[in-house]
């Protein structure tokens, strides 16, 4: 990979973003790359929890500019170039979906600037750390356009409406400190390191509890969002019926009482018919 290195330790997966010459920005590599990268991890099921960090100043620029320099790909100049369009970003707004739709948590570690596609990007997390330094800016209003890749969507989920609406009209940047306030990060650290270690602590605790249990959260927590109480009630039924186990919980309480590490069996392998 060229954009991103993907390694796993004790069944925590670490996507790095690693073009810190380039501000990590998002150009067509980028995208193929994440997704492939995301697929892997969501089809292999051994890790049980992934932390998406970066190098160099900043998290993300957002997406290369030169991206939009040749139109190829945004043809305004025709009725048919421009209903193509909805299928280019459909497109992309699928690869940032993964991470709100893979089988496991997912950590994000925030330093310096959050820009344009990353804002897209990192709200599609569950869980967001940043450092003192990081501010995070809806820039596409700058750039003459709108935010169109899931900023828009998640965003007025996780921070007041107004505030949105703030960032999105003007293009200000939003410093970590706010952002932490708003409920947008869950902590601001001083350095990187510490961020990082951080995060990486939060993983092995989930990667401490029942795979099937976390994934089962993950599905309620993100249903419930989008759905009525009622609803979500019932949904909360179908998922407890179907993933119950009681080993696991009989070696939850077990290992607790004995004060040791508990030990519960992976997600399995998802497999593809298109692999067939």
Known sequence: MQCFSLTEQDHIAHLVLNRPEAMNTMHPLFWRELDEALTK?????SARALVISSTGKHFSAGMSLDTFSGNHLMDDTTPAGRAAIFDVVTDI???????ETLRIPVIAAIQGGCIGGAVDMVTACCIRYATADAFFCIQEINIGMVADVGTLQRLPKLIPLG????????????????????????????????MLEAAMQCAREIAAKPPVAVWGTKQVINYTRDHSVEDSLRQMGWVQGAIWSNANVRESVTAMKEKRAATFAGLPPVGSFLDL
């Open 41 to 45: 991890v969501h089809r292999e099921g």
């Open 163 to 194: 505030v949105v609406k703030e960032l999105a009209y003007t293009g200000r940047r939003m410093p970590a400190a706010r952002a932490r306030e708003y409920g947008l990060v869950n902590e601001v650290f001083d350095t990187q390191a510490v």
């Open 93 to 99: 707004q699928t690869t940032f979906t993964k991470i």
